[in-house]
């Protein structure tokens, strides 16, 4: 009995291979869809159609060139945004403050704006978004060296430093850095004309798209390609062998978490360079705890959170119109977020107990 | 009498303060005190906190009741414990990510049911005037102590009591200290574990209805902010005991009330930063009591967030 199970599995081989690649594409697409059918029911119990909500969605983030630039244009700060929970994730940490990192990124930048508004774009530009990648970098590798040298939990702290990065910008903004000139909505003084990040040839959506997917494609050339990719999925798979192995756990750790605190900070870069022209608090619009879902979803694969976060960026984008039209109030989204995210680690729990997903013996 | 403390206002203000803000932060640690001593973490208790304060608002609007409210919160929380329990009861599912995502989805649902309710005014839970003795309003508004507070002491010296010395409180070290060794003893982990979240999240509910239905005392979007995380991470600094707690939430209480102190006295300046107070000051805490090599004394052996 045994010997002719091991030989179907022998047999079987190339099959149970492919599934083996097949799994973890495939629950996570189904907890996806689990999750849209438990948020379906949700909304019959409300007296809405979840076809129609589909319908808005498909319509408000994916049905025309609009809606597609509109969906785009919001992907790119959640595709840092995501990247710096995934890089964290890779040596086990959770890191939840990226939004943090976004809004002092954006404040770093717009601080720039009075000294650098004579200065030649050229060198102005690539100096803002470096301050923004450094008070990224910073906030978060804080959060990854408070748990490497402290044992702080880094999903705590980085969320409290959250919380002290929004009162941070909202004392500068109103406070040292505030541009006399904004009345009603207190910000930083509007950027030079020089220093506006415009829009990629031919289409309507800025350059934070282009600079998103090329530090996801980085990112996942670090993780995925190098040594110190290797070594750090050596230490979140078990830090004492690591350290055992004489790998620099301490530095791995806050590395990963600097880094993708600052794709976090350059986030908010574009925030105030292409979208508001100014840091003021609309930095704080949630695209840091979006982030975090898009990261579970791709199972913090770099590569596969590029097409997530265009998905969720969709129904972000989608959000107005689903609201004005069904009459859902704004939280609806978060309803929405908050059931998927469920689904998805649930799912977390059927890694190798699909049946259809076993080789068949 | 002069009703002009002058700068005297401000601790006054801070005392009258920790006491009002205190309590739903007490409320959050005391459960998550209970659930973590089970061998649990729950960060969703910020989400049950936010849910706890709609529904109970939603309530006492509704019945004209602010217990009833109460009730109804305390039961919003037990349910909302259950379903993190029972998810977590699941194999390699990462207990701090489905509190995580039960952030989102409680104050998620907290919103999108509590939109009718912002308008509305609901009866607020009574206070007992400990200051009537002095003729000076800033100590009787200092010394207006609401039911709650009181019952919330109570309740840190019950629970201290019950873990302590009584059957179920042994059962629950047990299962949090070792699970082969309630498993030896015939004790179900993931059973008691479930019910010890739940009962956590009875208590972080409460905490909601106590922001609602009395400080801040209305109903809206921006309620909590924070403080049901606060209090979780607040019973790392308490140690997992529930009279610490008291200490700590009314530490944390009066942080959170100075800026708003020193505000009514005229220093404007830095309103943002003294905001800011709590979390610095928890972060800070957090850094002091924390330790990279050795398990933090008191510390549950299941307890995955000080591993």
Redesign the interface.
């Known amino acids: 009995m045994a010997v002719a199970d091991n030989n179907i599995m022998q047999g079987a081989g190339g099959r149970l291979a492919l599934l083996r690649r097949a799994e973890p594409v495939a629950i996570p697409v189904l907890a996806l869809v689990a999750g849209l059918g438990v948020f379906g029911l949700f909304l019959l119990t409300q007296g809405r159609s979840p076809l129609a909500f589909m319908a808005y969605v498909w319509q408000g983030g994916f049905g025309s060139a609009f809606s597609w630039q509109n969906t785009l244009s919001r992907a790119a700060p959640l595709l840092m945004a995501a990247l710096c929970v995934a890089l964290p994730a890779r040596l086990g940490l959770?890191v939840?403050g990226g939004e943090g990192a976004i809004v002092l990124g954006g404040v770093a930048a717009g601080a720039l704006a009075l000294p650098l508004a004579a200065a030649p774009g050229a060198a102005a530009v690539p100096l803002m978004a470096l301050a923004a990648m450094v008070t990224g970098g910073l906030w978060i590798g804080a959060a990854g060296a408070?748990r490497?040298?402290?044992?702080?939990?880094e999903?705590?702290?980085s969320?409290?430093?959250s919380?002290?990065a929004i009162?941070?910008m909202?004392?500068l903004v109103?406070?040292p850095l505030r541009d006399p000139a904004s009345l009603n909505k207190p910000s930083t003084a509007p950027l030079a004309e020089a220093l506006h990040i415009g829009d990629l040839p031919g289409m309507t959506v800025h350059w934070g798209l282009a600079f998103g997917i090329l530090a996801c494609l980085l990112s996942w050339v670090l993780v995925e390609w190098t040594t110190w990719g290797f070594a750090a999925r050596i230490a979140g798979g078990n830090v004492r062998a690591a350290q055992v192995q004489g790998l620099p756990v301490g530095r791995l750790m806050v590395g990963f978490s600097a880094l993708g605190g600052a794709f976090a900070g350059l986030a908010g870069y574009f925030e105030v360079a292409a979208v508001h022209g100014s840091a003021n608090a609309s930095l704080a619009a949630g695209y840091g705890?979006t982030g975090?879902?898009i990261a579970?979803l791709a199972r913090h694969n770099a590569l596969a959170i590029i097409p997530v976060a265009i998905l969720l960026a969709g129904f972000d984008a989608s959000s107005g119109l689903v609201q004005r039209r069904m009459d859902l109030?704004?939280?609806?989204m978060?309803?929405?977020?908050?059931?998927v995210?469920?689904a998805i680690?649930?799912s977390?729990?059927a890694?190798g107990r699909l049946p259809f997903l076993k080789a068949k013996g | 009498m002069d009703n002009n403390l002058g700068l005297w206002a401000v601790p006054l203000a801070v005392i009258g303060g920790a006491i009002r803000v205190s309590t739903p932060i007490l409320f959050v640690s005391l459960g998550e005190t209970l659930t973590e001593r089970s061998g649990r973490i729950n960060?969703g208790l910020e989400g049950t906190l936010v849910l706890g304060a709609m529904t109970g608002y939603a309530t006492a609007v509704m019945t004209a009741s602010p217990w009833a409210g109460v009730l109804v919160a305390a039961l919003a929380g037990a349910l909302f414990g259950l379903v993190h329990g029972l998810?977590c009861s699941?194999?390699?599912?990462?207990d701090?990510?489905?509190g995580?995502?039960?952030m989102?989805?409680?104050?998620?649902?907290?919103?999108?049911f509590g939109?009718p309710f912002i308008q509305p005014a609901a009866p607020d839970l009574p206070a007992i005037p400990l200051g009537g003795w002095s003729s000076l309003p800033q100590v009787q508004a200092a010394l207006n102590i609401n039911v709650l507070f009181v019952i919330g002491i109570i309740a840190a010296l019950a629970l201290a009591w019950a873990l302590r010395a009584t059957r179920p409180g042994l059962i629950l070290r047990v299962v949090g200290d070792s699970t082969d060794a309630a498993r030896a003893l015939g004790l179900n982990p993931a059973l008691i574990r479930t019910a010890a979240t739940a009962l956590g999240g009875a208590f972080a509910g409460v905490g909601g209805a106590y922001l609602s239905l009395y400080y801040p005392g209305s109903w809206n979007e921006g309620i909590s902010?924070?403080q049901g995380?606060?209090a979780?991470?607040l019973v790392?600094f308490a140690r997992w005991s529930p009279v610490n707690c008291l200490w700590a939430a009314l530490l944390f209480g009066g942080a959170g009330a100075l800026g708003p102190a020193l505000q009514s006295v005229g220093v404007t300046?830095?309103?943002?930063?003294f905001?800011?107070a709590p979390?610095?000051l928890?972060?800070g805490v957090?850094?002091a009591t924390?330790?990279?090599?050795r398990a933090l004394s008191g510390a549950p052996g299941e307890l995955s967030?000080?591993k």
């Open positions: 959770v939840i408070l490497h040298y402290r044992g702080v939990n999903t705590i702290s969320l409290l430093l919380y002290i009162a941070l909202n004392h109103e406070g705890y975090i879902l579970f109030p704004d939280a609806t978060q309803v929405l977020q908050g059931i995210f469920m680690l649930m977390d729990a890694y | 960060l998810i699941m194999p390699r599912v990462n701090i990510a489905i995580i995502a039960m989102l989805l409680g104050t998620g649902l907290a919103f999108y939109k902010s924070g995380l606060m979780v991470a790392i300046q830095g309103y943002y930063l905001y800011a979390y610095v928890t972060l957090l850094i924390s330790s990279p090599s967030i000080t």
